[in-house]
């Protein structure tokens, strides 16, 4: 049975294939249109997915969409009423637009793929609730969602067992613990539904001297819910602002984008950090004691704070946790097929020991040669372990290596198909990489891999990482070995590599540590500031030529540039 996924219409729009319940390839629109956090009804994600899997559209057996658009449309019309006249006009606008877009989806699957067969809707708390445990390598799962606000939920409880889903618990929109931290990301200069990874960074660098004005902005109750005081914020009434003069009342003056950061905005993020921190744990902690599971769940915008993450990953609550990479509305795409799948028959469930992230597009040497013989470069094809010998050593050498391999990943990590690799032992390669490479703000870290053996030498992480979701201190003695890959605050966002999963980056980790006596690296987004992560050859090449990127290690071969 073939079930495609979609997500579109707000951010992060992305198409997904369920094949008898196992996600056999996703794609996000923008990877594909080169415009970041593209929106749009995903064409080119849905053919990539059809492509691979060797299907017409007319072969699809189920669509599903992510959400219900008639319970949004509810919604918006709802809370149109408290807006002022400018909000509502644009609500006018964007329901007209929403009302379009949804009428004519059947026709657009029907224009782009020919498919005329059933398209069913799925609400988009539980598609995040499906993408998290139908992927996860447990048999039963107590699942928490939590981001801004699907059709009116904005935090849901489920329990996950077999091949079902069920409800325990859901907070409403307005209130919002995505939206607490997108306010607070607007307030501090940053831009909404992308600048909230730079308040997480900069949360470390500051201390939560604002703690009692954040608990008079959140409540957290008995029950383990919370409550936020909305005479602080504005996104009810307007659709320009987010936060109110009440918050800037007791906060101070709001940052504004061109001026610089100050210790009162760092403090500001670190007390923002610490009381979403807090209100997680009373979620989870409440969910335990209602389900009575040792296995956590974890999908929604906001599980992407992998600060938050790794609190709730130390508190002890839970024995086993899962969190869905792509946590993001992207991932809904993979909930909504899912949950199709699985709403469909009642065949068992056979849980995922090893999620697989590398779900898009893989190029092959004909098409890699094509590429960089347009472009008139200078290349070689080496071996498997002669290409990790000699990216090792130059990297060892604090050169900086663009890695093009195999199929692309899904989600908003680069997790070793589409990365930049640094030396994680030079405390300099932090600034060559901001300076030369990503032209990003000094206080966003870079993340380091490590080979999964090594893990707990380096970092007190308790279970692999291999996504990437969790900021572990490093370890005591280990500073002075891994200096780029410490932030401020002495944790570190790492993935492990194992030989089982990605045995081309694991070897060119061994070869790294033959030469520095460590095992790990720097790895980061094969993109620059502003464009989402490489997709093509193309797109690999661009990046190489546009940046000061010094080597790019593309499949079978290793491009030196020439000028």
Avoid at 155 to 169: A, D, W, Y
Avoid at 544 to 552: C, S
Wanted: hydrophobic share 40%.
């Amino acid at each position: 049975m073939n079930v495609l996924g979609i997500s579109c219409y707000y951010h992060d729009a992305a198409a997904a294939l369920v094949r008898d319940g196992v996600v056999i390839a996703a794609g996000e629109e923008e990877r594909f249109t080169r415009r970041k956090h593209d929106r749009s009804f995903p064409a080119n994600a849905i053919r990539f997915c059809l492509e691979f899997g060797g299907l017409q559209g007319s072969d699809l057996d189920l669509v599903v969409f992510y959400e219900k658009p008639l319970r949004k449309l509810q919604r918006g019309l709802q809370m149109a009423a408290p807006l002022d006249a400018r909000s509502r006009e644009t609500v006018s606008r964007h329901i007209r637009h929403h009302v379009h877009q949804m009428a004519t989806l059947p026709q657009l699957l029907a224009d782009t793929i020919s498919y005329r067969g059933e398209l069913q809707y799925c609400e988009h708390h539980l598609s995040h609730a499906a993408s998290c445990f139908y992927a996860s390598p447990f048999h039963e799962a107590a699942i928490l969602t939590i981001d801004g606000v699907g059709e009116w939920v904005t935090t849901g409880q489920f329990l996950g067992s077999g091949n079902r889903i069920e409800s325990v618990r859901e907070i409403h929109y307005p209130q919002s613990l995505g939206m607490f931290y997108a306010a607070l990301t607007a307030y501090l200069g940053f831009e909404v539904n992308e600048g909230e990874y730079k308040v997480m960074g900069l949360a470390s660098y500051g201390k939560p001297t604002f703690a009692a004005e954040m608990a008079r902005l959140i409540e957290l109750n008995e029950d383990g819910s919370f409550r936020l005081d909305l005479s602080y914020f504005d996104y009810v009434h307007s659709l320009d602002r987010m936060f109110s003069s009440k918050l800037v009342e007791l906060l101070g003056p709001p940052r504004l984008p061109t001026e610089p950061v100050e210790r009162r905005h760092m403090d500001i993020a670190a007390s923002a950090q610490k009381r979403v921190e807090e209100t997680l744990i009373c979620l989870v902690h409440s969910l335990r004691d209602v389900s009575r599971s040792r296995n956590l769940c974890m999908a929604g915008g906001v599980s992407h704070n992998v600060v938050a993450n790794s609190t709730i990953q130390q508190s002890g609550l839970f024995d086993g946790i899962f969190i869905q990479p792509a946590s993001g509305d992207n991932g809904a795409a993979v909930g909504a097929a899912l949950e199709g799948y699985w709403r469909s028959g009642d065949s068992p469930r056979a849980p995922h020991l090893d999620y697989n992230t590398c779900l898009g597009p893989a190029f092959d040497e004909v098409a890699i040669v094509k590429v960089l013989k347009s472009r008139r470069l200078s290349f070689r094809k080496l071996g498997a372990n002669e290409l990790c010998r000699e990216v090792a050593n130059l990297v060892h050498h604090d050169l900086v290596v663009g890695w093009f391999q195999g199929r692309m990943e899904f989600g908003p990590r680069a997790l070793g198909q589409r990365s930049i690799l640094g030396n994680a032992c030079n405390p300099a390669t932090k600034d060559t990489l901001n300076m030369r490479v990503k032209l990003r703000e000094e206080f966003r870290p870079f993340a380091p891999i490590v080979i999964e053996e090594a893990m707990q030498i380096y970092f007190d992480q308790p279970a692999p990482s291999p996504y990437m979701l969790y900021a572990p201190r490093v370890r005591s003695g280990m500073e002075a070995r891994v200096p780029a890959a410490i932030h401020v605050d002495g944790t570190s966002r790492v993935q492990t590599v194992s030989s089982r999963h990605n045995p081309l980056l694991h070897r060119l980790l061994k070869e790294f540590e033959a030469l520095s006596g460590v095992p790990v690296m720097i790895n980061t987004s094969f993109n620059v500031k502003g464009e989402p992560i490489v997709c093509t050859p193309e797109d690999a090449v661009k990046c190489f030529l546009r940046t000061d990127i010094d080597y790019l290690a593309i499949g079978d071969f290793l491009v030196e540039k020439s000028f």
